[in-house]
């Protein structure tokens, strides 16, 4: 499945173009990081940038929140690579797990919507009849 998500560029890419969220080419940011490390960071800042705001005005302030904290954590970490990559890895699980625990209230939600109805018993006449 995931082969297919990858390769099928033109399909994503309108996807991403409909919904309003910035064109990505993989393949121009590894050039440009390699090439010109500024030109990468000012890409990278401006995709950010417009995928903000492309989001919901709902998840704008929490998505601007958690760049800001992104920032501030770099900064703590420049010039350490693998610990910054360690704080990024973190986050990431952090919201893995809180994506999972709303995905679990959502399930409990929607076991007690299919839950069973308890059987009826009417009885007319002296005889029942189950509804």
């Known amino acids: 499945m995931l082969s297919s998500i990858l390769t099928d560029r033109k399909a994503r890419s309108r996807k991403e173009e409909f919904m309003g969220y910035p064109k990505v080419d993989i393949e121009e940011l590894f050039r440009l990081a390699a090439a010109d490390p500024a030109g990468f960071e ?3 800042r401006e995709l950010i940038r417009e995928t903000i705001e492309a ?3 709902e998840a704008r302030p929490k998505l601007t929140g958690l760049q800001w ?3 501030q954590e770099r900064r703590r970490f420049k010039g350490s690579p693998e ?3 360690g704080f ?3 986050l ?6 809180e994506l999972n625990s709303s995905l679990a209230g959502f399930r409990k939600s929607a076991d007690k919507m299919t839950e069973p109805k308890p059987e009826l018993k009417l009885i007319v006449n002296n005889k029942e009849e189950k509804n």
Do not use: H, L, T, V
């Open 42 to 44: 000012k890409k990278s």
């Open 55 to 57: 989001a919901s005005p």
């Open 69 to 71: 904290k992104i920032e």
């Open 83 to 85: 610990q910054y990559a």
């Open 88 to 90: 990024a890895f973190g």
């Open 92 to 97: 990431m699980w952090e919201s893995f797990r």
